[in-house]
């Protein structure tokens, strides 16, 4: 609720966000014209947006408690597991509205992508979002207490967030056609497990991570 509340009440975060969104869509927009995006094309260039957009938006979480100097009074009033918990609920949901507004930017912007199975599409993105918050929420507080926060944060997501990628790209082509839900979920498990094992992972090593 305190990084919620701080969100709504500066905006930073979600304004960075939302330019990056739209600028980045409209550039695809833009570049493509009016040409047929070939559906492996256009699931890849979806999920190159979703990452920036999350490099952009999710790491700033543990980045701000170290500029701002309040991660020495959360490490006093609140336990770890409560911290990495409030986090990554609250980069979730960042994530998951901002991952829908690229895909609402993609259907009205890229009128050339036909989407078979939209529920299936919402359901891979919201996987996909859970993922990425998982991901950017651990690393973030990896390199809060480096000097240079901002290149770290992709150099060290991107490996971490390959297993949870090529399975989302997989599911998106298939969503994009007409298939049931049956043909996504390997895929689907795949990533559901990836998320998994980075949030477990993340929930026992945060101690260290966050106090030493």
């Known amino acids: 609720m305190k990084d919620l509340?701080?969100?709504i009440r500066t905006r930073y975060g979600m304004t960075a966000i939302g330019?990056?969104?739209?600028?980045?869509v409209a550039l695809v927009a833009f570049a493509t014209a009016d040409e047929q995006l070939h559906r492996p094309v256009a699931a890849g260039v979806l999920w190159?947006?979703?990452f920036f957009t999350a490099m952009s938006g999710l790491g700033r979480g543990f980045v701000s408690e170290a500029e701002r100097g309040t991660a020495l009074y959360l490490q006093m009033s609140a336990p770890s597991q409560a911290v990495i918990l409030g986090k990554l609920i609250s980069n979730t949901i960042v994530a998951v509205v901002s991952n829908?507004?690229?895909?609402a930017l993609f259907v009205v912007l890229l009128g050339t992508v036909q989407i078979a199975s939209p529920w299936i599409l919402l359901l891979v993105l919201a996987v996909g979002s859970l993922g990425l918050a998982t991901v950017v929420t651990i690393?973030?507080?990896?390199v809060a207490t480096a000097g240079t926060r901002s290149p770290l944060l992709p150099v060290l997501s991107f490996p971490v967030l390959l297993p949870l990628i090529m399975p989302g790209m997989n599911a998106?082509?298939?969503?994009?056609?007409?298939?049931?839900?049956?043909d996504v979920w390997p895929d689907l498990a795949l990533m559901l497990s990836h998320t998994g094992i980075v949030a477990t992972v993340s929930y026992l090593v945060f101690d260290v991570v966050w106090t030493e």
């Open 5 to 7: 509340r701080s969100e």
């Open 19 to 24: 330019l990056f969104v739209v600028t980045s």
């Open 48 to 50: 190159v947006v979703m």
């Open 100 to 103: 829908v507004a690229v895909l």
């Open 139 to 142: 690393t973030s507080a990896i």
């Open 172 to 182: 998106t082509l298939f969503a994009m056609a007409d298939v049931e839900i049956v």
